[in-house]
């Protein structure tokens, strides 16, 4: 059973004199930085020249390059995208660091996979949100926190845990409970949860329902575009995901528990999802997405492109204009390629 720590298990008197780099001023980075400094933390931000350095600035927050931050921090926040962080390490960060300073990361990504090999004199530790940007905030000036993943790799100061106690109060997050892991579990489970086909799984419902004779808008209304599915989630989230249940009717209840364990496949998605598990530990997946960005995204833009002109995307389309969500349609993957060209 894993350990949870609480604000009283956290003094922020242990960053007492130390000076908080956030590089990467994004929607997490700006929470928690906001966050940090709320709590009486010095926070600097780390950036380059653009347009979140300049809402850094707005934010009344001092700015300097990278290499800048990293210099004179003593702690550094690494908030830039996975994919992009070992390069930013290795141009910006590498060279700055001395014995006695801190790596704070927000995924076990780039450690577990050795992308990033910090030197054996500063501490390696990870505060990873288990909330979106905006609720990192949210949820702090409304006094309730959020929970966190936390884990220390590499212990170089003795008090590396008391620094990560301290920084996960700071952010807020030790006011629901941070939770003891390593870098590798916390990849592990992220990266799964991504994997294992939930957005396909969905798909497969559209196609048997409307193969049957149902209406494309019906079957997206129930699915999901009704977000009766977004309310499910928060009281599970809330009171449990099998105490949900008891929100639902009688019919709902006997179908959810009975019905469907009597066609779901148990043995054989077991094994589907311990063949995900697999792939992610043995070093596969991530040896593959290296390449993925060697190669532009070729597979990405691909499938992307595949998936939005299946039927289901049309109907979608159709019905989020007429329910007024949507004032065009879907039929690119603009927003990779967009992103694809600012990298």
Same mark, same amino acid.
């Given at each position: ?6 604000? !009283? ?12 780099? *956030? ?23 780390? %950036?380059?020249?653009? %347009?979140?350095?300049?809402?850094? #600035? ?24 996975? &994919? ?5 390490? @290795?141009?910006?960060?590498?060279? &700055? ?5 801190? =790596? ?39 006094? +309730? /926190? ?7 790799? !590499? ?26 892991? +390593?870098? @590798?579990?916390?990849? +592990? ?7 294992? /086909?939930? =957005?396909?799984?969905? #798909? ?27 309310? *499910? ?23 959810? !528990?009975?019905? %469907? ?21 043995? /070093? ?6 290296? #390449?993925?960005?060697?190669? /532009? ?6 499938? @992307? @492109?595949?998936? =939005? ?6 109907? &979608? ?14 039929? %690119? ?6 992103? !694809?060209?600012?990298?």
């Amino acid at each position: 059973m894993a350990k949870i720590y609480f604000d !009283q298990d956290a003094d922020l008197e242990d960053l007492a004199g130390r000076t908080v780099a *956030i590089i990467g001023f994004g929607n997490q980075g700006a929470s928690q930085a906001l966050n940090l400094r709320d709590s009486g933390v010095e926070v600097i931000v780390g %950036s380059p020249r653009d %347009s979140s350095a300049e809402r850094a #600035r707005m934010e009344g927050f001092e700015v300097f390059t990278i290499a800048e931050a990293a210099q004179k921090a003593d702690i550094l926040f690494l908030l830039v995208p996975d &994919e992009v962080m070992p390069q930013v390490y @290795t141009e910006y960060i590498a060279s &700055e660091l001395r014995p006695g300073k801190v =790596l704070n990361f927000a995924s076990g990504y780039n450690i577990t996979f050795g992308f990033i090999q910090p030197p054996p004199d500063v501490d390696v530790i990870m505060v990873a949100p288990r909330m979106i940007g905006k609720g990192v905030r949210d949820t702090f000036l409304r006094g +309730t /926190g959020f929970p966190s993943l936390i884990a220390v790799h !590499q212990d170089a100061s003795g008090k590396a845990m008391e620094i990560t106690l301290a920084l996960a109060k700071g952010i807020g997050s030790t006011r629901m409970g941070a939770v003891l892991t +390593t870098f @590798t579990e916390e990849t +592990t489970v992220d990266l799964f949860s991504e994997q294992i /086909g939930e =957005l396909y799984f969905r #798909r497969i419902m559209f196609e048997v329902l409307t193969e049957a004779g149902c209406d494309p808008d019906v079957v997206l209304l129930e699915q999901y575009a009704s977000g009766e599915w977004s309310e *499910i989630y928060a009281a599970a989230r809330d009171i449990g995901l099998w105490s949900q249940l008891r929100l639902h009717s009688l019919t709902s209840q006997y179908g959810q !528990q009975v019905t %469907s364990k009597r066609f779901l496949a148990a043995d054989a998605l077991r094994e589907q999802m311990r063949r995900v598990v697999e792939h992610i530990r043995s /070093g596969e997946f991530s040896e593959e997405w290296v #390449r993925e960005q060697q190669e /532009g995204y070729e597979n990405l833009l691909k499938v @992307t @492109t595949e998936n =939005l002109q299946h039927p289901m995307q049309a109907a &979608e389309n159709r019905l989020y204009r007429l329910l007024g969500r949507r004032d065009k349609d879907l039929v %690119s993957p603009e927003w990779l390629q967009r992103e !694809q060209t600012q990298d």
